[in-house]
């Protein structure tokens, strides 16, 4: 990422990055209560947040659920981060290197969410690591990543 544009100053604010395209992304690694997250979009305005969720995926609290050739995927978390639903504005999760997805690094871009007593259910779209970045660093379009389809075999006739 380059350097001019990380760590922009909003008012009293500080953004992490700011795009070509002038959209700010929040990077959050730890908890931040809803006060805090309100503030920040009302100061940034366009912006997206990027939520660590790494650990939650790795440990198996943060499961996909994908379907071959399909964009739309569906998720299951448990004990998700409490505050999440304060946000009104775009939610990406940084789920690292994927064990259900042959160890892709993938961010996954949430849609439609369903609280349920220590779960967050719903579904969205998945993105590769290197996508994302060309996105925040160049203002590439995003793509979203397909699971494969599985392989057919051909047997001799």
């Not at 946000?87 to 439609?112: A, F, M, N, T």
Request: with cysteine.
């Amino acid at each position: 990422m380059p350097e001019h544009r990380q760590r922009i100053a909003y008012g009293t604010r500080e953004a992490d990055v700011v795009s070509p395209c002038g959209t700010v992304v929040e990077l959050q690694w730890g908890p931040l209560d809803r006060l805090h997250i309100q503030e920040r979009e009302l100061v940034y305005g366009a912006m997206v947040w990027l939520f660590f969720a790494v650990d939650a995926h790795i440990k198996g609290r943060l499961r996909l659920q994908l379907e071959p050739g399909k964009e739309l995927v569906f998720f299951n978390w448990r004990s998700p981060r409490e505050t999440i639903d304060a946000c009104r504005r775009p939610i990406y999760l940084d789920l690292g290197q994927s064990d259900q997805v042959e160890g892709q690094h993938l961010v996954l871009k949430l849609g439609r969410t369903y609280p349920q007593r220590g779960w967050l259910r719903g579904n969205g779209w998945l993105y590769t690591a290197e996508s994302f970045h060309n996105w925040m660093a160049h203002s590439i379009p995003l793509t979203p990543w397909l699971p494969a389809q599985p392989r057919e075999e051909h047997t001799a006739a």
